[in-house]
């Protein structure tokens, strides 16, 4: 069973900085690369970065150069660190396993996501 716990949402000001963390099934997280995704209000989930088993990452573009993804294969955690956050980076953000690196479509099923709004 397909398990995503996603946390370390909150409140924070323009400029400031957040580490999301997210804990996979040990199926998921040894098999597929993992990414991270974020849906904002009425607006459709989109990618926001993705990492492999071996550390090779890649971004969308907003998050380049503020936004870094990292995993822990001993915890089958996943961790986004994002710094000078933006109003606009306000969303829920999720994590899943990428099923295809090129495109890093996620797969079917999904964690609750964590909230995440910054807001002065």
């Known amino acids: 069973q397909v398990q995503l716990v996603e946390s370390g949402g909150g409140l924070v000001q323009p400029g400031g900085s957040l580490t999301l963390s997210c804990a996979a099934s040990?199926?998921?997280?040894?098999?597929?690369?993992m990414g991270w995704y974020r849906q904002a209000p009425g607006k459709q989930r989109e990618l926001v970065a993705g990492?492999?088993?071996?550390?090779?990452?890649k971004y969308a573009d907003f998050a380049k150069g503020r936004f870094t993804i990292s995993r822990d294969g001993g915890k089958n955690a996943v961790f986004l660190h994002m710094n000078s956050l933006k109003p606009e980076d306000t969303a829920v953000y999720y994590c899943?396993?990428?099923?295809?690196?090129?495109?890093?479509?996620?797969?079917?099923?999904w964690g609750q996501g964590t909230q995440v709004t910054v807001s002065s």
């Open positions: 899943n396993a990428a099923l295809d690196w090129g495109s890093l479509k996620p797969g079917d099923s």
């Open positions: 040990g199926s998921i997280f040894s098999i597929w690369p």
């Open positions: 990492i492999t088993s071996r550390g090779r990452t």
